[in-house]
Every structure is written in C-alpha cells, then in structure tokens.
C-alpha cells in the first residue's frame, strides 16, 4: 500500500543500498558504475574499498551522483576503507561531529550523510567493524571505541533529524535472532557489541523485515581454512522514529548478477520518509536587551543552564567543544528569556499634503469641471489622465520628504548622535543590495549564486589577479621571546571584567548571532566559563578554525551601483572571537608601551594620543619656521 499524504508534508520514496566491494580495482569500478547507472539507487554506501594513499584508485565519479571516500589506514590497520554514493539530485552533505578527535578511528570507520527532506533531515550513516578472529582479538578495542564515537553522534543527531538509517559490514553473529532464519547459530564478540548498541540507542535490525527463507549476507565465512558457512555479517539498523510508511528489505546476489567480484551480497531498503513542508527562513530579529527585567531573567537562566554542564566537566572538553557549548546555551537563554516586544498601539499614520500637491490636485478639479461643462474630449481626457500621473508622483515626493523631516528630527533629539551620523552616512543605494551585477564577461546577471559568484570573481581578481596570482608567502618559524610567557598568561577574572566593557553595543553579530550585549550581561558565571575557554586557547596557541568565519557585508562606495568594484566588503566577526583578539591587542599594547618599541613620532592607535596631536605639531613646525624666517629677513634689511 502506497503511503498517504499527510497535512503537513507528504511522504516520498527512497531505496539505500549496502554492499562490501572486497577491493576496487580498475575493473571492478568500472563494473560497479554500470551496476549503479542501471539500477539508479538513491544512496550506496561501500565497505572494504581498500583504498589508500599507497593504492591509488581509479577515478571513482560516477555521473549523476555525488561520493565522499574515506581511506583505508595505511599502517596496518583493520580499516578497510569506506564510500558512499547519492544522487546529485538529492540535497545531502556530509556531517562529522565537531568532537571527533583527528586521531580517532572513526575517523576511518565512519561516514555520515544528511539528506535534507524539506524541514527536517534523514541520516544516513556507512561504518565498517573489524573481523574479531581469534588472530584479531585486539580488535576488540578497535571496534569499541567506534561503538562509543557512535553512541555521541546520535546523541547529538537525534535532535538534528527525525530519522537515523545505519548500514555496513559489523562482522557481527549474533545468534538465530528472532524473525532472522539461517543465521550463524552463536554469538561472537561483535554481535554481543552491536545487540547492546541497538538496545541502548532504540534501533531496530531491519534484517527481520527480509521475507525470504535466508538472511545470509556473507557466502563464504572460512574458518580455521577448513569449515566453510554462510553467515550473516552485514546489517542495515533504524530508528525506531523513522519507521514510517512502509519499509522492505532485500538482499541480492551481486556477484551472479553483475560479475563484482565479491563475496558478500548487497543490501538493499526501499521505503519512504515524510518530507515536511519548506517555509520560508526568515532572519531572526534582534533580540531585546532594554528591558532591565528581561536582563536578569536572561542573566540567571544563563547561570543555570552553564551550571549543569559544570566548571570541571566543561574544563576537560576540547577548545571546539567548549566553543559550541558556550553557543548553545547563550543562544538558548536569550531566545527564552530577551523576547522583543511589539507594540500594541496603534498609529494612524497621517499624511500630509505639500504646497504642490495641493496645487495639482486644484489644476485637475478643474479639468474636471471642464469635462462636465464642454463634454468628454481626447485633449481634456488625456490631460486629466497627465494631471492624475503628476500627482501621484508629487505624493510620493512629499512621503519621501516627510518620512526624512521626521527621521531627522529623531536624529537630532539622540544624546549621542549616532543616529544622526547614521543617516548622513545613509546612502540610498547602500539599502537596496546587490540583486544584480556585471559578471566578469560583462553581462547582468540576476541570479543570486550568479551575483555570488560574480561579487567573488571580482574580489578575488583584485587579490590575486586573474593572470599573475600572487605566490604564497613563506611560512615563518616560531619564534619564542621573553615577552611570549606574557603574552600567552592565563588570564584572571579582574583581567577579563575590564575588558567587557570595552565591548562596544549595538553592533551587528557575527556568523553565530552572538551579539556584543549577550557578553556584557552574562554575568560572573559566564566570565569563569570564557575564562577557562580563553586559558585553554592560550595554552594551546590555536583557535577554533570554524571561529574564524565571518560574514561578509558590501558597502556601497560610488559611481555604478552594479559594478561589484565599486562595493567595499567588511568582515564581521564573532563577538566571542572579537573578545580573544582584544585580549591579545591589550596585552600587545602593555608590551609595546613598556619596552618603548614604537616611535615618539608614532601618533596613531596609541593610547593618549592622536592624529590631532601629529597635526599641532606639523602647524606648529611651520608657524615657527615662518616666524624665524622673517625674523631673519628683518635683520638682514
């Protein structure tokens, strides 16, 4: 029975596949490409490519389909090498958990993929277990730490997605289960492994859902060189919530089919997921930060949500970790507790009428009194239809004037005046953004990746240039001096709660919507935790490479406003990272001035002097030397 359309969404089909290549070759790549443009799977995932560094493989695109490949370890390792295929059509990227460690072995072992299904994602996860032979029982350990890496990336998925769908080679027996016929009749280690894990993340072994009379996924299984079985070693798991619609699993003997060269069959699942309705992302608004109430509510839901991570728990997860966590629960404060208030009062807006508006409007009653008099004419008609065009023009002229006249006002009465300066720097190009541009062909172009793109080709050819690309600048060593220990001090409370105030509000976010007030009024409890993310940085010497983003915004400068050459890009960066760089440029400072590294003639960006001061002293100079210049013309004479 076909699934039926739900009001919120409908659901649409979907076929996965699985299939342990045991090694490719040039051969068997260009065997499985034929395979895969036959048939047309929306997702394959491979186990046991066997490929690396040292065993260069073919290429291994196939039209139609995106792929990501992860190498088989090169030392020795159990790892066999994994890959995964989808449909270009589909919109999937690949996920890795930002606490995955660079030295980890699922760093091998594991491959995620999101497939978005309209509002919601589908993941998709390829893994590969190692064999626990009894040559292998250090494998054992292998095997577990995957397990564990698995058991946080779902943690972390199930909220991400409403559905996880796993697949590969678990080299795991795991008894004549319930509803699975002809499987090995013991259980190895790996089976004990996999039942706990589906046990404690709530999956099911879809392997039951095969209605045939065998689930045997591996044909030959030599043990000790002598006893051949058939066993089943491959598995496709699911998520208890994803199992809607109707699901089926197969199993297919791929060698006899298609000559792959392999000795374990392909899995297959074809069902269905409800995709979701897509709505339309809006830009959140600015969160609240007037409200003195709504402050400390903000200030104390903060303490508590920081409170049950805990100092010492937060203080043993990684830079990265620590970044994320701090995201999160500052993101989930402010949307519980800064809530922009709408006004309920209503205004009558009031338009009023210019001197010249009023004398159009005159000029067309009178028209009018003309046509009521003489009759409808072709010259009266079309005067009346001009009059009526002039006067709308004049209507909107004096909107425009008046919305100006009031802002102005506005302006003036701000005790700071940042208002003011605001609108005098206002340019009514700058508000109408970059919906099209000259692309480097000279064309207009009106499609945002095209307008993208050509804003990129511009800046990138004034970088570098299109023809002469600058060469890379040479790397530079490390160099550690006596004022590196103070430089790179842990920093103190005291140290951080004078810099806060430095930072400046009512500035726009940076890539994290982690705006400047978010920082100032998070309290002593947010300073201990930035402290110890500061400290850990600072001992580390490195930042969080996805910290480093920023986005980017276009000014308007001059002449065409299509031209992306006339634009000036700033980058705005996250207020979090903004704080560390501060810290950094006061202590670079403290350094500076205390050893009397710059000039006495250096004016700008030092404290307690200016430009100004340069200035005085230039005019001064002149002034003197055109008094002893005449000085000296008197004596002569």
Known sequence: MAPKKRKDGEFTSINIESLNINGISTVKMVLFEDYVIETMPDVIGLQE???????????????????????RS?????????????????????????????????KTEIIWLLIEAGDSRLAIVNVYMACTSTKNRNYIDWNTEIYNQLNEDIAVLRDMCFGIIMMGDYNAWIGRHKGMQNNHPTVNENGKLLLNFVSNNDLFIMNKLNTGTSCVTRKLDRRNGTNITQSCLDYFLMSNESRTGTWHFNIHDIHEENGLATDHKLLRITGSILVTKTTKKRRRARPSFTDNVQLKKYKDDLKHRLGKIGLNRFAKNNMTMQTHLLHNEIKAASKQCLVKKTSTTKYKRKRRINKKTRMLIEEKKVIKHQIRTHGKTESLQDDLKQKHHEIKDALIEGIIEQRKKVRLDLALKDPNKKTFWRMLKRSPIKNVGLTAAWNKDKKLVFEPKEVKKAVYDSFKGRLNGYDNPQPEPPKMKEKKTKHSKKLSKPVTLSELRNLIPKIKKGTTCGPFD???????????????????????????????????????????????CLDPKNYRPICISSVM?????????TRLEAIVEEQKMLSELQYGFRKRKSTMDAIMVVTTAIEKANIDKLDAGNFTL
């Not at 560094?53 to 992860?70: C, E, K, R, T």
């Not at 989808?86 to 919109?91: N, Q, R």
């Not at 990272?577 to 440029?585: A, D, G, I, P, Y």
């Open 49 to 71: 490519t066997k490929v690396n560094i040292d065993n260069l493989p073919p290429s291994m695109d196939i039209a139609g389909y995106n792929h990501a490949v992860n190498e």
């Open 74 to 106: 090169s030392d020795n390792k159990p790892g066999g090498g994994l890959a995964i295929y989808w449909k270009d059509t589909l919109p999937g990227k690949i996920w890795s958990n930002p606490r995955l460690k660079t030295e980890s072995k699922a």
């Open 514 to 560: 982690i705006y400047a007030e978010h920082i100032i009024y998070g309290g002593i409890t947010l300073l201990q935790y930035l402290k110890i993310w500061i400290n850990n940085m600072l001992e580390q010497g490195k930042v969080p490479e996805f910290l480093k983003q920023g986005r980017i915004s276009l000014l308007y400068k001059r002449d065409d």
């Open 577 to 585: 990272l903004k704080l560390f760089t501060r810290l950094l440029n």
